[in-house]
């Protein structure tokens, strides 16, 4: 299969945390590239609710003058 739109990536992990991508890689018969890329997915998604929400306690009220400025800019 040809990878398309893909980085190349060298990180460092404990040993267990790399014994648990390989069990979980050979169980699944997925690539430990696709477990981490959906993994990433997953957590970034549950950092995007938790920034939300927080946006949700403290809303950032600006006038109507400086959304127009902002979409000007655009």
Same mark, same amino acid.
């Given at each position: 299969?040809? /990878?398309?739109?893909?980085?190349?990536?060298?990180?460092?992990?404990?040993?267990?945390?790399?014994?648990?991508?390989?069990?979980?890689?050979k169980e699944l018969s997925l690539s430990k590239s696709r477990i981490i890329a959906n993994a990433l997915e997953l957590y970034f998604d549950t950092l995007d609710l938790k920034i939300a929400q927080d946006r949700l306690k403290n809303p950032q009220i600006i006038s109507q003058?400086? /959304?127009?400025?902002?979409?000007?800019?655009?």
């Amino acid at each position: 299969m040809k /990878m398309q739109n893909v980085a190349k990536m060298s990180f460092t992990i404990e040993h267990a945390l790399k014994n648990e991508l390989d069990e979980f890689s050979k169980e699944l018969s997925l690539s430990k590239s696709r477990i981490i890329a959906n993994a990433l997915e997953l957590y970034f998604d549950t950092l995007d609710l938790k920034i939300a929400q927080d946006r949700l306690k403290n809303p950032q009220i600006i006038s109507q003058d400086e /959304m127009q400025k902002f979409v000007d800019e655009l």
